[in-house]
């Protein structure tokens, strides 16, 4: 054999050396962030960042479970969602539970530029160290071609305020003062579908991307300014959102996604949020190869999937 053989094989055990380096890495680093419980920072540094948290969509879901655990750890509490009487409870369970002040702002996020105002206006007065952009929404109730999916054009605009423009634009209220202050975080909910397009849930994905995507570059914008952005990617959590999930042992409680996802910070600045959702995020990006799900066969398969995994709806709720 001649040394181009020589010279090939070289090349194939350097590329498998630096696959193996790398899922080690990876592993490595999975190990670091969720693992290791001396490296977490804890509650005091949390709250040195200043003593309100604000948090959108906060009366449900993975917002309210964000809401009472920083208000375990010793923060007051901004509640922002649509529904005031909800609001209003929900702060007086915080209150009640952990002794922490709060505060409630009624906003509708799929509304466009003209309700930040009154959201400037209730955080005027407030030292916000912790600001959690976790509204969000799917819109469509079952994964669907988007010509299928009722009322295109609304549900368009309701993704892109709702999902886009609210992170945005709370950023822009809450980051001039942390920047003078030089302290801050920013946690931008994302999901798990922020890698790659994803068919069936093309605008969900799609804004999902840009909060990864802004967060990243706005997080090195003002690393050295004291302020810290990271972006939570979760794949299955409890809640309205994926109450039609048949198996309810691929979904996680919230609580204990907001608790070990908090434990986080300070560590990385992009997590799935836990070991398990971490686990749950690489087995789907094996399974599921961005090039298959592209495929013209990816959205007949994700379609039969998602019947096999969501509980039989009566047929009026598909659209
Ligand atoms: N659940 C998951 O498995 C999962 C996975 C990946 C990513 N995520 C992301 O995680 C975030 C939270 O999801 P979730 O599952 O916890 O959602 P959820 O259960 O639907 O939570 C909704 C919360 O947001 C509020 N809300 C909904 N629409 C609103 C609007 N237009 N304006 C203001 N508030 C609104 C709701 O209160 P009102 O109804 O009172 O307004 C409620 O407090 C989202 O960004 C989602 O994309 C979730
Ligand atoms: C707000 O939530 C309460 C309690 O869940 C519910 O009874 C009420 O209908 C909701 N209001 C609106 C405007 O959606
Ligand atoms: C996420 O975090 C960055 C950093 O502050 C912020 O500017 C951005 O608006 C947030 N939202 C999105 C969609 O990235
Ligand atoms: C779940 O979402 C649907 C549709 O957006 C809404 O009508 C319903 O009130 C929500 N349920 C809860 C418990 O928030």
């Given at each position: ?25 990876g592993a490595?680093?999975a190990?670091?962030v969720h ?27 993975i ?127 994302s999901s798990f579908l922020d890698q790659k397009?994803c ?33 939570v990617s979760p794949v299955m959590i409890e809640s309205?959102m994926t109450?039609?999930v048949k198996y309810r042992t691929l979904v996680l409680n919230p609580?204990d996604f907001?608790?070990q996802a ?9 997590t799935s949020g836990c070991f398990s959702q971490a686990v749950q995020d690489a087995l789907l990006a094996l399974l599921l190869p ?15 999937l998602?019947?096999?995994v ?10």
């Amino acid at each position: 054999m001649g040394p181009e053989w020589d010279a090939l094989r070289a090349l194939g055990a350097a590329a498998a050396l630096c696959l193996l380096l790398r899922a080690a890495w990876g592993a490595g680093c999975a190990v670091y962030v969720h693992l290791l419980p001396p490296v977490r920072r804890g509650a005091p540094w949390l709250r040195a960042h200043g003593a309100w948290a604000v948090v959108t969509g906060a009366t449900g879901g993975i917002g309210r479970a964000y809401a009472h655990e920083l208000a375990r750890r010793g923060l007051n509490i901004v509640l922002i969602s649509r529904n005031l009487s909800k609001l209003e409870q929900e702060a007086k369970e915080i209150e009640r539970l952990h002794g922490r002040l709060t505060r409630v702002i009624q906003a509708d996020f799929t509304g466009g530029l003209e309700i930040y105002e009154a959201v400037k206006a209730g955080l005027e007065d407030l030292e916000v160290g912790v600001l959690v952009n976790n509204v969000g929404t799917l819109y469509q109730k079952a994964m669907a071609r988007l010509l299928d999916c009722e009322d295109v054009a609304k549900r368009l605009s309701d993704v892109i305020n709702c999902n886009i423009m609210s992170v945005a634009q709370m950023t822009a209220i809450v980051l001039p003062r942390m920047v003078s202050r030089r302290k801050g975080i920013v946690i931008n909910i994302s999901s798990f579908l922020d890698q790659k397009p994803c068919p069936l849930l093309s605008a969900y994905a799609a804004s999902k991307a840009f909060v990864r995507s802004f967060s990243q570059a706005v997080g090195a914008e003002y690393r050295s300014r004291g302020v810290l952005v990271q972006t939570v990617s979760p794949v299955m959590i409890e809640s309205n959102m994926t109450s039609e999930v048949k198996y309810r042992t691929l979904v996680l409680n919230p609580v204990d996604f907001a608790r070990q996802a908090l434990d986080t910070l300070g560590l990385t600045s992009q997590t799935s949020g836990c070991f398990s959702q971490a686990v749950q995020d690489a087995l789907l990006a094996l399974l599921l190869p961005s090039w298959f799900c592209l495929s013209r066969w990816g959205p007949k398969v994700l379609l039969l999937l998602n019947k096999a995994v969501t509980k039989a709806q009566p047929s009026h709720n598909r659209p």
